[in-house]
T-cell receptor
Framework: QKEVEQNSGPLSVPEGAIASLNCTYSDRVSQSFFWYRQYSGKSPELIMSIYSNGDKEDGRFTAQLNKASQYVSLLIRDSQPSDSATYLCAVKVGVGFGNEKLTFGTGTRLTIIP | NAGVTQTPKFQVLKTGQSMTLQCAQDMNHNSMYWYRQDPGMGLRLIYYSASEGTTDKGEVPNGYNVSRLNKREFSLRLESAAPSQTSVYFC????????????FGDGTRLSIL
């Protein structure tokens, strides 16, 4: 089992709809979770971070975390063509200075259809 | 506000050649990382440096060496390039302990012929 798993997609969503991206992780002690957006040919860009169970909202983005189910998701409301990108889920693994690293999923490619 | 700067942006090498990828950050971050990204494989950690003076292997270190030159700079060296090392290489940095995200450079696109 991979440490961080995402559906690779592609996921196609009509403009204006809600896009739902999912991620599961295997390390039960993980405490920090991040969503990065990566446009084709560009570097990953942080869009959301979440550390506690529940929902965290930032504009059109909502991150959801359920540590008991080892599941983190990203919802994008009112999807826009500019949201078309690959979304990477990242989980901080390890504890203590020098041991903490990010493990990335393979990414979900999202296409917003005008 | 440059953030994380990588050089070069593109490079083509022949099998067996050597080269060094450079990375510098101006955010006073303690920890720095080198990743490679291949289609369908996501980002894989090659080496990282938790602080100045320390380096550790990541998931795919074979064929690479690193140097943490000072707090700002972290270089990645390919001693004898192989076609399997054709990839996009990203450098990232973070403040260190705690819930701090990593910030990425623009990447180096490396082709080994």
């Amino acid at each position: 089992q991979k440490e961080v798993e995402q559906n690779s997609g592609p996921l196609s969503v009509p403009e204006g709809a809600i896009a739902s991206l999912n991620c599961t992780y295997s390390d039960r002690v993980s405490q920090s979770f991040f969503w990065y957006r990566q446009y084709s040919g560009k570097s990953p860009e942080l869009i959301m971070s979440i550390y506690s169970n529940g929902d965290k909202e930032d504009g059109r983005f909502t991150a959801q975390l359920n540590k008991a189910s080892q599941y983190v998701s990203l919802l994008i409301r009112d999807s826009q063509p500019s949201d078309s990108a690959t979304y990477l889920c990242a989980v901080k693994v390890g504890v203590g200075f020098g041991n903490e690293k990010l493990t990335f999923g393979t990414g979900t490619r999202l296409t917003i259809i005008p | 506000n440059a953030g994380v700067t990588q050089t070069p942006k593109f490079q083509v090498l022949k099998t067996g050649q050597s080269m060094t990828l450079q990375c510098a950050q101006d955010m006073n971050h303690n920890s720095m990382y080198w990743y490679r990204q291949d289609p369908g494989m996501g980002l894989r950690l090659i080496y990282y440096s938790a602080s100045e003076g320390t380096t550790d292997k990541g998931e795919v270190p074979n064929g690479y060496n690193v140097s943490r030159l000072n707090k700002r700079e972290f270089s990645l060296r390919l001693e004898s390039a192989a076609p399997s090392q054709t990839s996009v290489y990203f450098c990232a940095s973070t403040r260190g302990l705690g819930n701090q995200p990593q910030h990425f450079g623009d990447g180096t696109r490396l082709s080994i012929l």
